[in-house]
């Protein structure tokens, strides 16, 4: 994948999980913030902060989360960023705040 077709999917990716948690963020009491081409989610209770941006040079999206770093690449199968043989980023940003915030989290 070239550098405009990474950036158009990265673009796309955090797009759609922006509107998946602007519609859940009252639910689950976080709020999610797209500026500069990285997404930041901020919980209140507990405190914490996610963060995912994408990595054009590598052309990955990374997820800062838990204390944990992941690195999602296209899965041209499933057509979405995505960690080899694992979630989605979708799946892996709702199973890392079912994990912080101890009840189901769904995006």
Do not use: C
């Not at 690449?73 to 890392?96: C, H, I, K, M, N």
Request: glycine share 6%.
């Amino acid at each position: 994948m070239d550098s405009q077709e990474f950036r158009v999917r990265a673009d796309d990716a955090l797009a759609h999980l922006h509107r998946r948690l602007m519609i859940a963020g009252d639910r689950y009491g976080f709020e999610a913030d797209l500026n500069g081409g990285a997404l930041a989610i901020e919980f209140d209770e507990p405190k914490a902060k996610f963060v995912v941006s994408p990595n054009a040079p590598v052309s990955q999206i990374w997820v800062s989360a838990l204390s944990k770093s992941f690195k999602l690449d296209w899965d041209a199968a499933r057509e979405a960023f995505a960690l080899a043989g694992g979630p989605t980023l979708t799946e892996l940003v709702a199973q890392s705040a079912t994990e912080l915030l101890g009840e189901e989290v769904s995006l």
